[in-house]
């Protein structure tokens, strides 16, 4: 493996996502970086969806498709079968809904061979189901946006996730024997806890960068939002819990269940 482009495995869950798929791919292509394997993971699709990614399948020189039989509810095993099989040295995770802007992949390699960090995420640009910008506003990701590039560790991220999932690298061997949990209890939340457990087995220290590396894609009847943003966050309250108890993470436990309820009844105030 060439040590100075080494190989991006690009993990793509993918359902009844026919009206965005084709600009996702589309934003992968145009990186400028370019040694990298998509592998999408088709969760079941009812819609075109895989009719679009079979057609790309002939721009990709390195196009995998894994499809499950039947609907898992949620992204977390179309994200583990995706690890599974990667073959890179590096794990880059991209939603079906988002886009990628051109650079991502070539400046967010760049720190993190870098630096000592355990993976690097970024700042997110609000798009509607149109793609038109949204105003930064309320909510659980409404105004992920940071004026530096800072890093940040386990305990600030027990206070709150501000990570987006679709703007995160790693190296695979800090992954481990991590897997984003199924259990349905997890849905919507699966990817925080997966950020704490990575965390937690390795420095304990991520970087955030203030660049929108990503078209974040905010979608009225996506999961989260059926969910809800306060359900979301007793939810977030709860693997703050979990995590406690599982890692036994170093962190103020009390301080950050106030902190996070204080937030969902907030937001419950507001709605």
């Known amino acids: 493996m060439n040590e100075s482009s080494p190989l991006v495995s690009i993990v793509i869950p993918l359902y009844n996502a026919e009206n965005y798929i084709e600009e996702t791919l589309q934003s992968v292509l145009n990186q400028t970086y370019n040694n990298y394997e998509v592998i999408v993971v088709d969760n079941a699709s009812t819609d075109s969806s895989m009719v679009i990614v079979n057609r790309f399948a002939f721009e990709f020189k390195n196009l995998k498709v894994f ?145 929108e590396f990503v078209s974040y894609r905010v979608i009225e009847s996506s999961l989260s939002s059926k969910d809800g943003k306060y359900l979301m966050l007793v939810k977030s309250v709860l693997v703050n819990c979990y995590s406690h108890v599982k890692f036994k993470a170093p962190y103020n436990f009390l301080g950050a269940t106030i902190f996070n309820f204080f937030r969902a009844f907030r937001l419950m105030l507001l709605k």
């Open 67 to 211: 499809c499950c039989e039947v609907n898992s509810g949620g992204p977390a095993k179309p994200r583990n079968i995706g690890i599974e099989n990667a073959q890179g040295e590096y794990i880059a995770f991209l939603d079906s809904d988002d886009i990628w802007h051109p650079d991502k992949l070539e400046k967010q390699l760049c720190l993190l061979k870098g630096g000592g960090w355990d993976f690097v995420s970024s700042s997110i640009h609000r798009i509607d189901e149109h793609g038109n910008t949204l105003i930064k506003g309320k909510g659980v990701f409404g105004g992920l946006s940071f004026r530096r590039t800072a890093e940040c560790d386990l305990k600030g991220l027990m206070y709150r996730n501000n990570v987006i999932t679709s703007s995160v690298i790693l190296k695979k061997t800090n992954i481990k024997g991590v897997r984003f949990n199924e259990n349905d209890f997890f849905k919507c939340v699966e990817d925080y806890l997966f950020w704490l457990e990575v965390l937690s087995n390795n420095s304990g220290f991520y970087l955030v960068c203030s660049d």
